[in-house]
T-cell receptor, first 112, second 112 residues
Framework: QQQVKQSPQSLIVQKGGIPIINCAYENTAFDYFPWYQQFPGKGPALLIAIRPDVSEKKEGRFTISFNKSAKQFSLHIMDSQPGDSATYFCAAADSGNTPLVFGKGTRLSVIA | DVKVTQSSRYLVKRTGEKVFLECVQDMDHENMFWYRQDPGLGLRLIYFSYDVKMKEKGDIPEGYSVSREKKERFSLILESASTNQTSMYLC???????????FGSGTRLTVV
């Protein structure tokens, strides 16, 4: 049973485009939603995270949009660059100190 | 910066061998986790620990065990390695509750 569904599995965009990665969750107890970025040969690194008391959070070119009623959240990358090419994972957790539940990942390629 | 150090980047082991994967974190984090990462399957939780000498099974614990004798060290043990355990293994730590993980760089294990 997959608790966090991530799409698409892969994505190719032109430099300057705005890739959007979507995640949907089922557990209404989730209240922490981070995104991780992973470059080849490296472990995932925390990119940005949101809690359900806000509908949007921006950090630099990265934005999380959160829709609590639809149980969905998404990552937008503004003015994407070839250096943003990586695998992106969404995740979710509740406040009970439980492990993060990860989506299956999206491989993003930004081509010049 | 928090550092999570995995002792080996690459390992090649023979079927039936007992394999130890070591992970050390330097920020006094309570929580530590072991995941395996496989193409198309994302990150799957093997075991986790919230305190010294404490361990909890994750989603795929079969064929694995863990040891946490000191707070900073969390070891993953493959009791009798099999070819289906060929994978990237990622260790992570967290300062409890609703905080992001810090991942190590991973150990790519090949069982032949």
């Amino acid at each position: 049973q997959q608790q966090v569904k991530q799409s698409p599995q892969s994505l190719i965009v032109q430099k300057g485009g705005i890739p959007i990665i979507n995640c949907a969750y089922e557990n209404t107890a989730f209240d922490y939603f981070p995104w991780y970025q992973q470059f080849p040969g490296k472990g995932p690194a925390l990119l940005i995270a949101i809690r359900p008391d806000v509908s949007e959070k921006k950090e630099g070119r990265f934005t999380i949009s959160f829709n609590k009623s639809a149980k969905q959240f998404s990552l937008h990358i503004m003015d994407s660059q070839p250096g943003d090419s990586a695998t992106y994972f969404c995740a979710a957790a509740d406040s009970g100190n439980t492990p993060l539940v990860f989506g299956k990942g999206t491989r993003l390629s930004v081509i010049a | 910066d928090v550092k999570v150090t995995q002792s080996s980047r690459y390992l090649v082991k023979r079927t039936g061998e007992k394999v130890f994967l070591e992970c050390v974190q330097d920020m006094d984090h309570e929580n530590m986790f072991w995941y395996r990462q496989d193409p198309g399957l994302g990150l799957r939780l093997i075991y986790f620990s919230y305190d010294v000498k404490m361990k909890e099974k994750g989603d795929i614990p079969e064929g694995y065990s863990v040891s946490r004798e000191k707070k900073e060290r969390f070891s993953l043990i493959l009791e009798s390695a099999s070819t289906n355990q060929t994978s990237m293994y990622l260790c992570a730590s967290r300062d409890g509750g609703l905080y992001g993980y810090t991942f190590g760089s991973g150990t790519r294990l090949t069982v032949v």
